[in-house]
């Protein structure tokens, strides 16, 4: 039986929340982005506003699509969380902060409530023993990629926990929605985070130190003659040196320390000296 | 006798394309009657099955060498053997249609477009397995163990990588364009050269 999803709720009011609870209202179910202070919430659901304002701007929605819209959104404390069929946590990567939370949701939202986590590092089957074991089997890990708006992928993360059926009926309701859900078990880094992991490992390990020549050069190759659309040391500047070295750590860890997951020493002495990237203006290259 | 010559062994995955050229095509043991000074080097070896290649070639008097080192140590070869002019990496399909090309004298114009006539990308050095052949093979290989390990069906490994990280192909699919054997050589050459079980394969 196909899965009808009518309301959700996401917590946690960040910038992959946001993009979430966006995507939700999208497809016309009633959306509450939750946050731990109510002023955080309504800023969040404001800048969505003004940010269906600009698409109705550039023609993607009529002003009645972006009315509608607005009306499906509503910002909520923890406190004050209506039942809905879907929740999806999207809060800080500490599992101590999520296993409370959980708890608490797990208190207050009906049985038939389904449970996700928007986690990238964290294990599902770990996260959900903070739940009682009928919840266990309505709760799963469903990764957005950023912006959760505009990147397809949905990855479903099952458990053995969880009822059987449920991972395929939430993946089709996603395809049905014009997402793409790849599904898959609970593993390190699940498909994505863990498969890519060498494309900035070994582009690191073919420059092995610094030379910006070297690296722009990598770029250049891997996009011209292997068709990525951006090479890994422009990529690593994006995204944040101190995140991609964190994936790579908790993936490289949970492996046991297989050498295919290695950090290399060029990442840590750049986080180190405190080069993340774009976002400090200094990474592999200068953007000064 | 054919003083400029293609060398092949049968398996490179452009065989057919290299066929079309001008030059004579020869596998390595029809070669020798052909005293050849100029060889196309479109064997596909390791770095020591490579060394030994250009060694017996050195002793029949090649002087120049055009090869393919995709799947070899070409930074270290190209120091060895002076006779190598040219190094490129066209065993490894380029969904770009593309490959990577490193000349002694960049300036130098020795017909390579006539006999491959793709894009070539010019680098600076050609690296171990140049960069393209390297870092895809390790994408792949690291897609066969998640296969191995249950992680995902391979439709939903190569979903995932597509839609989620805007990859041109899945990693299972790009192994299929390429070839297993491509991709081992690659994976076995970087094990061998740097004693490294990152490179291990299934």
Redesign the interface.
């Given at each position: 039986m196909a899965l009808q999803l009518k309301s959700m709720a996401v917590i946690g009011a960040g910038t992959m929340g946001k993009g979430i609870a966006q995507w939700f209202a999208q497809q016309g179910l009633q959306v509450q982005l939750v946050d731990t202070k109510i002023e955080i919430a309504k800023t969040s659901c404001d800048q969505i506003v003004a940010s269906w304002k600009k698409l109705v701007e550039k023609k993607k929605f009529t002003e009645e699509q972006a009315l509608m819209f607005e009306t499906m959104l509503s910002a909520k404390t923890i406190d004050d969380i209506n039942h809905c069929d879907l929740v999806i946590e999207a809060i800080v990567e500490k599992k101590e902060i999520k296993d409370q939370l959980f708890k608490k949701l797990d208190e207050k939202l009906p049985d038939n409530c389904i449970f996700a986590s928007n986690t990238s590092s964290l294990s599902i089957a770990e996260l959900s023993q903070a739940v009682s074991l009928e919840r266990r089997a309505r709760f799963l890990g469903l990764h957005f990629?950023n912006p959760a708006t505009i990147?397809?992928?949905v990855?479903v993360v099952g458990t053995s926990d969880v009822e059987d059926g449920l991972a395929s009926q939430i993946a089709s309701w996603f395809q049905a929605h014009g997402k793409?859900?790849?599904?898959?078990?609970d593993?390190p880094g699940?498909?994505?985070n863990?498969?890519?992991?060498?494309?900035y490992?070994?582009?690191l390990r073919?420059v092995g130190k610094e030379n910006a020549?070297?690296e722009r050069?990598?770029d250049?190759?891997?996009k011209?003659?292997?068709?990525?659309?951006m090479g890994?040391f422009e990529l690593m500047d994006l995204i944040g040196i101190d995140i991609n070295l964190d994936v790579t750590n908790i993936v490289w860890h949970a492996f046991h320390k297989?050498?295919?997951f290695?950090p290399h020493p060029l990442q840590e002495k750049m986080v180190k000296e405190g080069r993340f990237g774009k976002k400090t203006k200094k990474g592999f290259f200068s953007y000064e | 006798m054919n003083k400029e010559i293609i060398v092949h062994d049968g398996h490179h995955p452009l065989l057919d394309t290299l066929k079309k050229s001008k030059l004579g095509h020869y596998t390595r043991s029809e070669m020798l009657a052909q005293r050849p000074q100029i060889v196309w080097d479109f064997t596909l070896g390791t770095t020591l099955e490579k060394r030994e290649f250009y060694q017996q070639l050195r002793s029949m008097g090649v002087n120049q060498i055009h090869a393919d080192l995709t799947t070899c140590h070409g930074s270290l070869l190209i120091k060895e053997f002076p006779e190598l002019q040219t190094a490129f990496a066209s065993a490894c399909w380029?969904?770009?249609d593309?490959?990577?090309l490193w000349q002694r004298d960049p300036e130098a114009e020795f017909g390579l477009l006539e006999i491959l006539p793709m894009?070539p990308?010019e680098?600076?050095s050609p690296?171990?397995c140049?960069?393209?052949p390297?870092?895809?093979s390790?994408?792949i290989?690291?897609?066969r163990?998640?296969a191995k390990?249950?992680?995902?069906?391979t439709s939903?490994?190569d979903?995932?990588?597509?839609?989620?990280?805007?990859?041109?192909?899945g990693?299972v699919q790009w192994e299929e364009r390429i070839g297993k054997e491509i991709i081992d050589l690659i994976l076995r050459d970087l094990r061998e050269e740097t004693n490294?079980?990152?490179y291990?394969t299934l």
């Open positions: 990629f990147m397809k992928l990855e793409e859900a790849a599904q898959c078990k593993g699940f498909i994505v863990r498969l890519a992991r060498s494309f490992g070994e582009a073919i020549d070297q050069e990598v250049s190759i891997l011209q003659v292997g068709g990525f659309q890994p297989n050498p295919r290695a | 380029s969904p770009k593309s490959y990577e894009q990308v680098v600076q690296g171990h140049f960069t393209y390297r870092v895809i390790t994408l290989n690291e897609a163990f998640a390990d249950g992680l995902a069906k939903d490994l979903r995932a990588m597509k839609y989620g990280v805007n990859y041109p192909l990693l490294s079980d990152r291990k």
